[in-house]
């Protein structure tokens, strides 16, 4: 099978509306997480969020078309145009032969939430006609395909928040067995609103720190109590290695392995044996290297932070054996389905730059959470492999590897 590289990134959070300026802010531990503004959270039990606060639909789309696409697909299409121009492809690629992997763990909710209410209060008649192409997850791919004229397979995963990480194993699978030369993958998610929030805070997922926003989201400390939304978008250019080369691509990785596994046991309490599977099928394909760096799903829940540890601890053989971990969702929030795809953007531009980023806010040591999680600011590194993971509720789970080259 065809070797499977990494050629072009694109990066939207709460501390970028690019990659490099998201990036950098991440690499020095800033928080993008803050009280909500953009509605009303009167009665709500969580009330921050981390919000992208400068962007506006008309870096994008003009006014006309912005009414057809809900928020989340306009962050990809930012994520997806950035990677696209860094991945500087020639004007003579055979698009027919280009294709999407999207993904979103919810798509538009937002719109989801205000035509509900439309229908509630006025009637089905006053539903707006863009309410469903506005708000399907595969939308995403849709519009990114039709505004980058890219014919190829259109896939989409909504996986939870495995969604980004299997979009890539997907693209990489298209690739390899030569049903595509190229993929371009985005993840993105927008869920921030009333319904969205009030719905994860009735299970208990949310932090509630809402005198303390830059400090709530904790992965892997002792007083952790929860996750923080976030919204946000990654993408990245996928290519065979061989074309990569003969067109003298910039390479930021390689992909060497991708693991899936799924844990049947509960909708939303995750298990240690699922993301277990699924790392070990992915150190595995990659030969079982010498992993340099992982980028963890570390949400900030109780059960989660704890169960990954052990997963590597197995996965590894002991702590001695693990390298440096950490979680960037202190700095940006869960972005939900987007989270694998910005993640494995930050892996690799951490690969490049031989930085790895900070876990901040881990102030209380958890005897359960007891690995290397950098919690004194971003730490120079060579990072030769690097692995990202993500897990999802309905216990689905997503791993990829990377290698430099």
């Known amino acids: 099978m065809k070797r499977v590289v990494v050629t072009g990134l694109g990066m939207i959070n709460a501390l970028g509306l690019d990659k490099e300026s998201a990036f950098a802010g991440i690499i020095e531990g800033k928080c993008g997480i803050k009280t909500i503004e953009s509605f009303d959270t009167e009665g709500q039990s969580a009330t921050i969020a981390g919000e992208i606060m400068n962007f506006e639909s008309s870096m994008v789309l003009d006014a006309k078309e912005a009414k057809k696409a809900d928020r989340f697909i306009q962050l990809g299409l930012k994520a997806a145009a950035e990677a696209i121009e860094d991945a500087n492809l020639p004007d003579d690629f055979d698009r027919e032969r280009f294709g999407v992997a999207s ?29 469903i192409p506005s708000s399907l997850v595969n939308m995403l791919g849709g519009f990114i395909s039709i505004y980058q004229n890219l014919k190829g397979p259109n896939l989409a995963s909504v996986t939870a928040c495995a969604a980004g990480t299997h979009a890539i194993g997907e693209a990489a ?32 997922a949310l932090s509630t720190r809402n005198d303390s926003p830059e400090t709530s989201s904790r992965p892997f400390d002792a007083e952790r109590d929860g996750f923080v939304m976030g919204e946000g978008a990654g993408a990245l250019v996928l290519e065979s290695y061989e074309d990569a080369v003969a067109r003298g691509a910039t390479i930021y990785g390689e992909i060497i392995g991708f693991g899936e596994s799924g844990d049947a046991n509960h909708i939303t309490t995750p298990t240690m044996d699922g993301p277990l599977r699924a790392m070990k099928g992915a150190y595995k394909m990659a030969g079982e290297p010498q992993i340099d760096y992982i980028n963890a799903h570390g949400t900030s829940t109780p059960v989660n932070d704890k169960n990954e540890t052990a997963a590597i601890k197995e996965l590894l053989g002991g702590k001695e054996n693990c390298p440096p971990v950490s979680s960037i969702k202190g700095q940006i929030g869960h972005c939900l389905g987007a989270a694998g795809a910005i993640e494995a953007v930050v892996s690799l531009m951490a690969m490049r ?5 900070p876990t901040i806010n881990y102030t209380t040591p958890d005897e359960n959470c007891d690995l290397d999680y950098i919690t004194e600011g971003a730490r120079e590194a060579e990072i030769n492999i690097a692995m ?8 689905t789970n997503g791993v990829v590897i990377f290698k430099k080259i």
Not at 105 to 123: A, M, Q, T, Y
Not at 388 to 395: E, M, R, V
């Open 173 to 204: 699978k298209s690739i390899m067995v030569g049903t595509a030369d190229k993929m371009l993958v985005v993840g993105a998610e927008s869920a921030i609103c009333p319904v969205g929030i009030g719905g994860f805070a009735a299970m208990k």
């Open 388 to 395: 990202s993971n993500s897990f999802g509720f309905g216990g």
């Open 353 to 357: 730059d031989g930085i790895l980023p």
């Open 103 to 131: 993904a979103s763990g919810i798509g538009g909710l937002p719109n989801i939430e205000k035509n509900s209410l439309v229908c509630g209060n006025r009637g089905p008649r006053r539903i707006s006609p863009f309410f």
